[in-house]
């Protein structure tokens, strides 16, 4: 939720679906398929009308995807991974490309660029970024901008399984506390779970858990009882990687990831 796209392209603009496979021959210019073994069926791409491969390809100038804000500043060294699609009838064409932007709301670097002469065709690449070469971590943007130059050529673009990983910090003082537990059972889960925690020698007047998702978005909150107790969440929320904060008086004590599948 919270992805826009924008931009000046008249055909293949960015949209989130199950994709419909256009194929040269063997390879598919527009993917079939999502990552294999990734949350659900669908992924982003640009233009899905299926057809022949020119039917909705980018044409016309670019089209931009740019996610909604992502609260890294828990993260120690925070990286972006995503899997990236690219497709083209010339496959030595260094002009049309996948620009990927960061963004921190005053600079905008751009931190990766895909064409089908430098990056393999016709299937999903794994690539991450390290936001500390670029930006500090707090709340960032990625944009992700599918560009078709002059003379156009037959060009599609697609995007999957995007989520932020690193080294989570749990600040200073009480958080590194011995005798503070949180857990969570079942995890991964399918249908909800339970999150159980002890604050231990912590001295609590106010508890609360957080549920974040993979782009640092508050999911769900919940008020705590002090000292023990457990809280089920999840039931409404979507498939996916999300991260768990419990937090005494406005302290985070830990943090752990869980999975909905």
């Known amino acids: 939720e919270g992805w826009a796209e924008s931009g000046t392209a008249t055909t293949g603009l960015w949209e989130r679906a199950d994709p419909v496979g256009t194929n040269l021959g063997i390879n598919f210019i527009n993917p079939e398929d999502d ?21 909705d390809d980018v044409d016309g100038g670019y089209t931009a995807l740019t996610s909604p804000a992502m609260d890294l500043s828990d993260y120690v060294h925070p ?18 490309s ?36 670029f930006l500090s971590p707090g709340v960032l943007v990625v944009s992700f901008v599918a560009v078709d130059h002059s003379p156009e ?20 003082g009480v958080a590194n506390s011995s005798e503070v537990s949180f857990g969570n059972f079942p995890n991964p889960f399918i249908d909800q779970s339970t999150a159980f925690y002890q604050t231990g020698d912590v ?35 979507p498939a996916g990687i999300y991260l768990l904060r419990l937090i005494s008086d406005g302290q985070v004590l830990r943090i752990m990831k869980a999975v909905k599948n």
Do not use: M
């Open 79 to 96: 990286k972006i991974a995503f899997h990236y699609w690219i497709g083209s009838t010339v496959t030595t064409n260094t002009e049309d």
């Open 203 to 237: 001295h609590s007047t106010s508890v609360s858990i957080e549920v974040v998702n993979a782009v640092g978005q508050p999911a769900e909150t919940y008020t705590a009882l002090p000292a023990s107790g457990s809280i089920t969440w999840g039931k409404n929320l």
């Open 35 to 55: 990552l294999a073994d990734d949350f659900g069926v669908n992924c982003f791409d640009t233009g899905n009308g299926g057809g022949n491969p020119s039917d």
């Open 153 to 172: 050529n037959v060009f599609e673009a697609a995007v999957d399984q995007f989520y932020v990983t690193g080294e989570i910090s749990t600040g200073t």
């Open 98 to 133: 996948i620009i990927v932007y960061l963004s921190n709301g005053i600079e905008s670097p751009r931190v990766a660029a895909f064409t089908t002469a430098n990056s393999p065709s016709y299937e999903w690449v794994y690539h991450e970024i390290n936001v500390d070469d």
